[in-house]
């Protein structure tokens, strides 16, 4: 049996028993501490916290989601710290980035449309009395049966009040987007949790590139979504990169937005169909670099894949790109915590 450390969590002021063969994200959520997370592989950063005191390890070395700087000033990415003795650990509240109480509530299917052969759109909602405020780019967690759960990035802007758009990949023996893709029908009854993360849209005069890996688009649409119904005058740069075109599964509409919109812009790029007049061929985050050789006057936001990330942030910075005007989201399957 793995020996076990004690981890008091700030400003929570919660202690938990937290086994060495477990990261401590994992023995939060066991225990009911929702704290922020979201691609649980080390690469995104959204559950950085700080550490007072304790030794922690990683089991495949220092995560690419902690900068040298990070790890220095005493950061640790707590879905892969793994405790060596007792802890204690300062990880804010997501609510303290979202302004909003972290809920969980019945959700009900209201639509299942399919926008590709393995994607679908879901809409749920929770009980009005019970409405989630979230911000653009957050998401909500599918709680399954066995302790496990899924995350999904709320796909509308948030005015939307108690009724949510996911957008669901198809993951073979996924435990629920197959489920969702088979017997799962609207009426259907899920528990969600949230809101949750710390990759939020932030107003200001700056202008923005979004890049969408995938289904990297649901968060960045959340964010076009308000950043549109704002008031005019900030430039807006979509680059949304799949595949094949079929990825690009709300194509259509993004045109739509760009035609009724000025200050949007949109480049859709493929990178394995040769390229129709409309778009283009190669990397997503290579068609950014190729646009703009000085990226410094940009806002950032990107969702993706763990390699359209990595990429983003090895190549951006050395392109003008400032740390604290760049945010990601990775989009790795989820494990079972």
Request: some cysteine.
């Amino acid at each position: 049996m793995a020996a076990k450390h004690t981890v008091r969590i700030i400003p929570h002021e919660r202690s938990i028993s937290v086994p060495e063969d477990l990261p401590v994200l994992a023995a939060a959520q066991l225990a009911g501490l929702p704290l922020p997370h979201s691609c649980r592989s080390g690469r995104c950063g959204s559950c950085r916290a700080r550490l007072l005191r304790g030794r922690v390890e990683y089991a495949a070395g220092p995560p690419p989601g902690l900068t040298a700087q990070e790890c220095d000033a005493g950061y640790v990415l707590l879905c892969q710290a793994l405790a060596r003795s007792d802890l204690l650990i300062e990880a804010h509240a997501v609510q303290s980035v979202a302004e909003a109480q972290i809920k969980t509530l019945p959700a009900r299917i209201v639509r299942r449309v399919p926008l590709a052969a393995d994607v679908m759109q879901l809409i749920v909602r929770v009980p009005a009395v019970e409405a989630l405020e979230f911000q653009a780019g957050q998401y909500l967690d599918v709680l399954l049966a066995g302790g496990q759960r899924r995350s999904y990035s709320v796909a509308n802007a948030p005015q939307a009040g108690s009724q949510f758009e996911l957008h669901v990949q198809r993951v073979p023996g996924g435990l629920f987007s197959e489920a969702l893709f088979g017997g799962l029908r609207e009426g259907s009854l899920l528990k969600v949790e949230g809101p949750l993360g710390r990759f939020i849209y932030r107003e200001g005069p700056e202008p923005v590139i979004f890049v969408a890996g995938g289904t990297g688009f649901a968060p960045i649409k959340a964010m076009l979504g308000q950043a549109l119904a704002a008031a005019p005058g900030r430039a807006l740069r979509l680059y949304w990169g799949a595949r094949r075109r079929e990825g690009l599964y709300e194509e259509a509409l993004v045109r739509e937005w760009a035609g009724r919109h000025a200050r949007l812009s949109v480049h859709l790029v493929l990178s394995e169909e040769t390229a129709a007049v409309a778009h283009r061929h190669g990397q997503v985050h290579e068609a950014v670099l190729a646009d703009h050789p000085d990226l410094s006057p940009f806002v950032i936001y990107a969702a993706g894949p763990p390699a359209m990330i990595a990429a983003i942030a090895r190549d951006f910075p050395g392109r003008g790109a400032q740390a604290q005007c760049l945010f990601l989201d990775s989009f790795d399957y989820a494990a079972a915590p």
